[in-house]
């Protein structure tokens, strides 16, 4: 009895049908059509992946060419 039967929504479309009449439910049909076709255009748009950088190459890092100190080391040598 509280089950929804084909019957029910037989009638319901026949209700739907005649309150707005054909040309309104073609309408809004379309309408959704294309909300479902933007909807997953911007999915897809999302899912592609970010360029990849420019080939240029990194800047090469610089090196350093100096011998690390012990500040107490240098400390002793300053005083003596």
């Known amino acids: ?3 929804v039967s084909i019957w029910h929504w037989i009638v319901v479309g026949v209700i739907v049908m005649l309150l707005f009449g054909r040309g309104k439910v073609s309408e809004l049909m379309g309408d959704v059509a294309k ?3 933007s909807f997953k255009k911007g ?3 999302d899912e ?3 360029p990849p ?3 240029a190459t990194p ?3 610089k090196i350093i ?4 100190t012990n500040p107490a080391a240098a400390k002793a040598e ?3």
């Open 1 to 3: 009895m509280g089950g």
């Open 35 to 37: 909300g479902i076709k």
């Open 43 to 45: 999915m897809a748009e």
């Open 48 to 50: 592609t992946p970010p």
């Open 53 to 55: 950088p420019s080939a």
């Open 59 to 61: 800047a090469d890092p």
């Open 65 to 68: 060419d100096a011998q690390a």
């Open 78 to 80: 300053t005083k003596a």
